[in-house]
């Protein structure tokens, strides 16, 4: 709430929080969306949204104008509210649900439907919130099997329950979270959107609201799967949708952080409502969803590098572990023929692969592994080692886990790393998708 | 050389290998650069380089028309050939330096200046080649600190005595040598260039002989510095020269792979001699070029990633590591209030920080780390481990080796790490930096 002077101007103007309005101060005019109060804001001064993503404050007495601008983008659904489709709200923690209290410098989860609607007050015009469920509340770099295997469970149940399912989650293993879903959520016959923010809710350049809004929008749209909706670029415009085993956090602060690899974007997601799929998609259904949890813990990743110990590898042979994604370089290389013998990674390979299962990804991150190029290559397929296709190695292993965790002979699993099941093997990369 | 009956119609039309030619060729024309015979080539089958960089042969016998067209990008500096630049060429194995042998399906070095130009005829337009030298033979994964202390050393030779290097290298650890190169070389003053090739030789698509053209054309250019010169796009238009400590392999077969991360490319290239700068660079001199090749090889490498075993910290300890990078999530994260205290990093950074110097970085490999944001990174940043701004962590690791190579008190090294000593840290990373 505004101050109640201001308030009565709004009331007077017929205008609430979420209205398009424009304002003429210091001679020149504004247009944006009216915000609420922030928390540690002037009660005089109203914050607008403006079309290039950041707020901005106007104190009250020092505008000449204010009116309601007509909104022509908003879709009429507002009118028709009982009949907006139902979905539910997972938070886990992370950025986007919470918020910074200015008076205690603690952190403020944003656990009820209320508080998370005034953040994003455009959601009433697209879904009505069936449920909101907090089954934990961590920093996503916290997150780990066990609460994937929690997260399925619910995401599944709701997912059964309602059109489609947001799941606010912390961007540092967004990615991996929705690769764990990708593999956990069998039968998947609704969206399932992770979403997250890269600002915090109280700076200008918030990304949250708008990426809520587009993760509600697009968990109502006729696809099933496990997406990641963030920004599409650094601005306001959109979100994009990328699919749940081809996302990865590209930069450390941006908003547009997230990108596909090796894939397409699903969709790009306008916060107007409109969603316009960039790839074939699977439609919605009313299979029911199940989530199938098992997985096996001990699966390792090396990233090898000029000078890497191979050594290591008796590291995870000693601990047990039963599978191991390799980054290789290039296509898929380990150090091999190597000045001094003790270097090469070769010999090592072939003995962990009798212990477990090694996976070949590549540290170049875009791109197809491939085993039959160079002399060096062929030499690493012959220890048993799997090269990846174009598979994340982030993907690989938690596919591995997963894999791992059912009863599967060695064979069948080594078979099924090279299967797509969840979207996690693209058989043709097309030239636009580098660096998208 | 062709067959007989073609040098003969070339030679009475005035072409040599490397003009540009029009032939006419079942009424349609086509214009290209004239390529000497492909290894395995029909003798009587010219062979054209397209603009749009592919290869195409056509039968002599089925040619209605082939003149030699004016070449008005060519400057006339194949006029004054002897006052042309003098640069070294070290080739190091690779793609690049390789041909395949169809004859015996090994692979044939090119070691000598009439076999590099002859596969690259627009470089004697250029430069004079005063030196090639051939100090090892092998993969790029294969390559180490070993190799590194030699080509570093031959390289400080070579720069002294010509007025650029170029190296010819292997591209799956380019990057990884690039950035040794710019620690090892002291008082560097002239052009140093790395190129590599993506496609090999005998492939339409190969990549190799433009690198080389636009590499040597660099070497030549106003500057000083290690630089990597590969495709700018997937065309054939451009190179892009990137700085050594920031560039990166970013796919694994495009022949435009190398990205400049964090950072602007250094310059564009052209085949036909210009050079576009897109940075500030340091100016050639005359400075005498040294090589600093002390470098300590026991700094390792972990990527954390949810479910990680902290415990591999003590293989590093065990094995009297003095170094250790680790690639954290998002801005620098680790796994820190985990659900399973035994799955946190913190205690574990804490006792490593004991033995070795722990630098953080990120593996969204865009952006820059930060150790203030978030409650958990100030808990990481307690353990003595220094996050290390936006360098890479490939950079990170080896500007680490080098630096414990040295004499320096640990203090001494810890400051080092985050002053920008060759590039590695850019202070101000603009908005076009990312994915480009």
Chains 1, 2 share one sequence.
């Not at 539910?88 to 403020?108: F, L, N, P, W």
Request: contains cysteine.
């Amino acid at each position: 709430m505004y101050g109640a002077e201001v308030e009565k101007i709004l009331k007077g103007k017929g205008i609430s929080i979420g209205d398009n309005v424009k304002v003429k101060w210091r001679n020149s005019a504004f247009e944006g969306q009216l915000m609420p109060r922030p928390d540690v804001g002037d009660e005089n001064v109203i914050v607008l949204k403006m079309k290039n993503g950041y707020n901005t404050g106007f104190k009250t007495l020092e505008i000449e104008l204010i009116e309601k601008q007509k909104t022509t983008e908003k879709p009429s659904k507002t009118e028709t509210k009982s009949n907006l489709p139902q979905i539910s709200i997972i938070a886990t923690g992370g950025t986007i649900s919470s918020k910074v209290d200015y008076k205690t410098g603690g952190v403020h989860m944003l656990m009820n439907a209320e508080e998370i609607i005034s953040t994003a007050p455009q959601l009433k015009n697209f879904v009505s919130i069936k449920k909101i469920l907090n089954p934990f509340t961590i920093g996503s770099e916290d997150i780990s099997f066990r609460e994937w295997t929690k997260l399925a469970e619910i995401t599944a149940k709701q997912a059964n329950e309602s059109e489609g399912v947001v799941i606010l989650h912390g961007t540092d293993t967004m990615h991996y979270t929705s690769s764990a879903l990708s593999f956990m959520l069998t039968n998947l016959s609704k969206p399932v959107v992770l979403v997250g923010a890269q600002r915090s809710q109280d700076r200008p350049s918030r990304d949250g609201v708008m990426n809520l809004t587009c993760a509600s929008i697009f968990s109502t749209s006729n696809h099933a799967g496990v997406s990641i909706v963030m920004h599409g670029t650094s601005n306001d415009d959109y979100c994009i949708a990328i699919p749940g085993t081809k996302a990865r956090k590209m930069h450390t602060s941006r908003r547009d952080a997230f990108r596909p690899i090796n894939a397409k974007p699903r969709a790009f997601i306008f916060p107007d409502g409109r969603v316009e799929f960039k790839d074939e998609v699977k439609k919605r259904s009313s299979e029911e969803v199940k989530a199938d949890t098992s997985y096996n813990p001990k699966v390792g990743l090396i990233k090898v590098h000029p000078g890497s110990n191979p050594e290591i590898i008796d590291f995870f042979i000693s601990k047990n572990y039963k599978g191991l994604i390799i980054e290789g370089t290039g296509l898929g290389h380990v150090p091999t023929q190597t000045l001094k013998k003790e270097d090469s990674w070769i010999d090592w390979i072939k003995k962990a692969s009798k212990e477990m299962i090694v996976g070949i990804t590549s540290q170049c991150i875009y791109g197809r592994t491939n085993p039959n190029v160079y002399s060096n290559l062929r030499l690493l397929n012959k220890t048993g080692a799997i090269h990846c296709e174009d598979m994340l190695s982030e993907t690989a292993l938690i596919k591995l886990s997963f894999l791992l965790g059912h009863d599967y002979e060695r064979k069948e699993i080594e078979k099924k790393m090279l299967e797509n099941t969840a979207g996690e093997i693209n058989k043709r990369i097309t030239i636009s998708e580098f660096l998208n």
